[in-house]
């Protein structure tokens, strides 16, 4: 009776001593889970983030408005749903990381919708017609910049510090463009011609040709062969 009742012993005890590692098997995976879905959500965040810092610096730049309102999608909603120590569920984080992805892609086009429209403008404004009238090495230089800030322009992975950059490029170039010479009225017009139309060789003077090379301006110009 007596070695019935220790066989009767142990074998409860060993299926607690199951159940219990069954148990934390169990608290194991769903800590994994959350960790996952945790990772998700900041990832998500880091994002948006992001996006944040190119508006913001946008807006400080620029002085334009980007509605900024959907910032708070997802993640006040998680944090409720988490408030007194529960444990949002799948559906719950997944939900909060589609609304704060939604989030950063509508801040990001305003972004860039604003920066683009404001930075082709600033650069159109340049006055890149005095460009041939800079000293060789300062062209180079000069060209360089004008190159850099119609990359930014145009970036498709925008970054807060490159809106900086390209203020600070904007203003040197700037600044050096309007304290070079006028160009030639001569030079304008024969610039003016090559922009407008596309002309032959016999639709230029020989003078006009040695002005496009006088002003290193030569190497701009595209030279090609009809074919019939």
Not at 89 to 115: C, G, L, M, T
């Amino acid at each position: 009776m007596t070695d019935s009742i220790s066989v009767l012993d142990k074998a409860d005890i060993l299926r607690g001593e199951v159940r219990r590692l069954e148990l934390g098997q169990q608290g194991e995976q769903q800590a994994q889970r959350v960790r996952q879905r945790v990772q998700a959500v900041r990832t998500a965040l880091g994002q948006l983030d992001s996006q944040l810092r190119v508006a913001r610096a946008v807006v400080k730049e620029t002085a334009h408005d980007i509605d900024l309102s959907s910032v708070s999608h997802g993640h006040n909603e998680l944090a409720r749903r988490a408030e007194g120590g529960a444990l949002p569920s799948d559906s719950a984080f997944n939900a909060a990381k589609q609304k704060i992805e939604k989030a950063a892609a509508s801040i990001r086009e305003a972004a860039y919708e604003v920066w683009r429209a404001w930075a082709a403008e600033r650069i159109g404004a340049l006055p890149t017609h005095r460009l041939p009238m800079l000293k060789q090495a300062d062209l180079a230089q000069a060209r360089a910049r004008l190159n850099e800030l119609r990359k930014i322009a145009s970036s498709n992975s925008l970054a807060a510090p490159d809106v900086g950059i390209f203020v600070n490029i904007l203003r040197q170039l700037s600044d050096e463009l309007h304290h070079a010479p006028d160009v030639p009225i001569e030079l304008v017009s024969v610039l003016d011609r090559l922009t407008r139309q596309t002309l032959t060789l016999k639709d230029l003077l020989d003078e006009e040709i040695q002005l496009l090379r006088r002003f290193s301006i030569d190497h701009e110009i595209e030279v090609r062969r009809k074919t019939s």
